[in-house]
């Protein structure tokens, strides 16, 4: 089994930043790829940013267009922990955002609110 707990949300105002923390523990495999994905209320969770491990050839990254140049993922393998830094924060980012791990395994989700 594995858990996921994020941390880090919260109220910013349009503009603002935040950056959101993953801890993984459990049967953690560091060479498996790790993401953060959103949840509107009314709409489908979609993926915002995802990190491959590092561990056999280089750390690769993709985004959703939307974040792109907003948004950066990093991980940390020693720590099982992935990161979201988020600048530049729109009202459309709010959203529940998860955090998932091999594609299997969702954390609890964290609520994030970009609002004056």
């Known amino acids: 089994q594995v858990q996921l707990v994020e941390s880090g949300g919260g109220l910013v105002q349009p503009g603002g930043s935040l950056r959101l923390s993953c801890a993984a523990s459990?049967?953690?495999?560091?060479?498996?790829?790790m993401g953060w994905y959103r949840q509107a209320p009314g709409k489908q969770r979609e993926l915002v940013a995802a990190?491959?491990?590092?561990?056999?050839?280089?750390?690769?990254?993709n985004y959703a267009d939307s974040v792109k140049g907003r948004f950066t993922i990093s991980r940390d393998n020693a720590k099982n922990t992935v990161y979201l830094q988020m600048n530049s924060l729109k009202p459309e980012d709010t959203a529940v955002y998860y955090c998932?791990?091999?594609?299997?395994?969702w954390g609890q989700g964290t609520q994030v609110t970009v609002s004056s």
């Open positions: 998932n791990y091999n594609t299997v395994y």
């Open positions: 459990g049967r953690i495999f560091s060479f498996y790829a």
């Open positions: 990190i491959t491990s590092g561990i056999t050839r280089g750390t690769s990254t």
